[in-house]
């Protein structure tokens, strides 16, 4: 097993560490686009064609009515008082026109707001706290203590990231009610956080997604949420686990189908991960490596499907795109929990990660492409695709400029070698990398609440403006890789984020994290 293999639910991120040999590399996107994740992208346009081709008709239509004076209606009238054929045809058409338009229509999903949990100084956990207490738990050999050290010095970490207070006892205390503690702490302070923004009521949240990968006790997360806050009774509750660091973005795309049905509603998304119970205290190297990059976070975000929440949300979600590869017993197993030699469970990692990961992200965009690249820019990749498929001409497809669709770009702060690897391939410049790796020096790798601590530094720094695009990507275990596209409905002011986890320090920020030199494999 490779030394720098990826940890745990958050996958492909945690491949974490050294600047990958050619096993560890993402694949070349140029190297093969599949024909068929292009025509699915295309399918999913499609699918909404009809309220494409309405909307702009009911427009026209309008339009052309505002212009009429009293004398050409007069005469309309008079014409068809006369004509009951065509009195009848029309009214028909227009009956049936304004019903599929409204029954096709979907419900806009609108961000009121998010919130992000930003743990007391108190759980700061240092790299030299890190090996203190690592070494007096007397669980790891030196071997495996140098080996941490090692993956601390080179995985993009800085020195605030925060750990849950069971991992700074010595000896470390991971139990249930531990866990627990962090659960609520950690749940119900990016809560409080969110309703002080919003200002909603408890008894108003229709729908509640909690996704958590790896604590999953009896009762639920999502039933400790609708005890704690008292929820409605009726309250549709979802409880996600075992899905990855990808699972933010199926609970968002979850939240998403929900309030299609179920309309004037609020959804509440809880996105986390609990480390108390899932360090690893054995010596297998490919398990050890989520110890070194797995911090305590998690965040809350609240969706709403009122039209009247437009004018104050901060984004409306365009599109969700979720590709999933376990079909593939290669994908399916590169991610395991079981235990190790000894016993002790831990998360078991193939070295074919990387190449799964990267697969996974290609099919994604590829499928995404359609619904968010300019029209130039998918021209040049279908015609460069259909000369090396179809007429079998020796040229590379067209890799195209994401940049031109998207302003800001979230991908999963898991580890740094992917997010060097995502930056060479889709060709995207410091700027657009900052947020990721600025995240993963404050606050490590948060699981699937990574990318809302990524777009709450992207709004600290003044960067958000009105119809601004962005891009969440994360990767979890499965094999997952899942998309959600976001439109900035209003500028965001900075002065106005107080509950901003990086508000304190936002100046300090960007930093520059030194390069470092690989680590040899196992």
């Not at 400790?224 to 933010?248: D, E, F, P, T």
């Not at 376990?326 to 190790?340: I, L, N, S, Y």
Request: aromatic share 8%.
């Amino acid at each position: 097993m490779d030394s720098t293999a990826p940890p745990n639910n958050g996958a492909a991120g945690a491949a974490a560490a050294a600047p990958p040999t050619s096993s560890r590399r993402l694949p070349d996107f140029q190297q093969s686009v599949r024909l068929k994740y292009v025509k699915l992208g295309y399918h999913y346009l499609i699918s909404n064609g009809v309220y494409l081709v309405l909307t702009p008709l009911i427009v026209l239509v309008a339009v052309h009515l505002s212009t009429l004076s009293p004398g050409d209606v007069a005469d309309i009238w008079s014409h068809l008082r006369f004509n009951l054929v065509s009195v009848v045809a029309c009214s028909t058409l227009l009956v049936f026109l304004s019903t599929v338009y409204f029954l096709t229509r979907p419900r806009p999903v609108y961000l009121v707001d998010f919130a992000c949990y930003k743990p007391a100084p108190e759980r700061k956990c240092t790299r030299e706290t890190f090996m203190r207490c690592s070494e007096l738990t007397g669980s790891f050999t030196d071997d495996s203590l140098e080996f941490q050290r090692r993956i601390l010095e080179r995985s993009g970490l800085g020195e605030d990231t925060y750990l849950p207070p069971a991992m700074h006892r010595v000896p470390p205390n991971p139990c249930m009610a531990e866990a627990r503690a962090e659960a609520e702490t950690v749940m119900f302070g990016a809560i409080d956080d969110l309703l002080a923004k919003t200002g909603v009521k408890t008894k108003d949240i229709g729908v509640l997604v909690v996704n958590c990968s790896l604590f999953n006790p009896t009762p639920s997360l999502s039933a400790m949420v609708v005890n704690h806050y008292k929820l409605r009774g009726n309250i549709i509750s979802y409880n996600l686990g075992g899905m990855g660091c990808s699972a933010g973005l199926l609970s968002i795309d979850l939240a998403k189908d929900l309030l299609q049905v179920h309309p004037n509603s609020y959804a509440l998304v809880i996105s986390m991960e609990n480390i108390t119970l899932n360090w690893y205290f054995g010596n297998n190297r490919s398990m050890l490596v989520s110890n070194c990059l797995f911090r305590m976070g998690g965040a809350a975000i609240l969706l709403s499907n009122k039209r009247s929440e437009r004018r104050r949300s901060k984004y409306e979600l365009l599109h969700t795109v979720r590709t999933h590869k376990g079909a593939d017993d290669k994908c399916f197993r590169c991610v395991t929990q079981e235990e190790d030699a000894d016993g002790k469970i831990g998360v078991s990692l193939s070295k074919d990660l990387m190449a799964v990961a990267g697969e996974a992200l290609k099919t994604n965009i590829t499928t995404l492409g359609p619904l968010v690249l300019p029209l130039s820019e998918q021209l040049l990749f279908m015609a460069t695709l259909v000369g090396k498929k179809v007429l079998k001409m020796k040229i590379k497809p067209y890799i195209p400029d994401f940049k031109l669709a998207f302003e800001h770009f979230c991908i999963h702060a898991g580890g740094r070698a992917v997010l060097d690897e995502l930056e060479k391939n889709l060709d995207l410049t410091e700027w657009h990398m900052e947020p990721s790796r600025m995240t993963l020096y404050r606050f490590g790798n948060t699981s699937s609440s990574s990318l809302w601590y990524e777009l709450a530094y992207s709004e600290a720094k003044g960067r958000i403006r009105k119809r601004d695009r962005i891009w969440q990507i994360a990767f979890g275990s499965g094999f997952k890789c899942n998309s959600a596209v976001w439109r900035a409905l209003r500028s965001v002011n900075p002065a106005k984020e107080e509950k901003n986890p990086w508000m304190d320090g936002i100046d300090n920020f960007p930093v520059r994290v030194p390069r470092v030199s690989k680590i040899s494999s196992v």
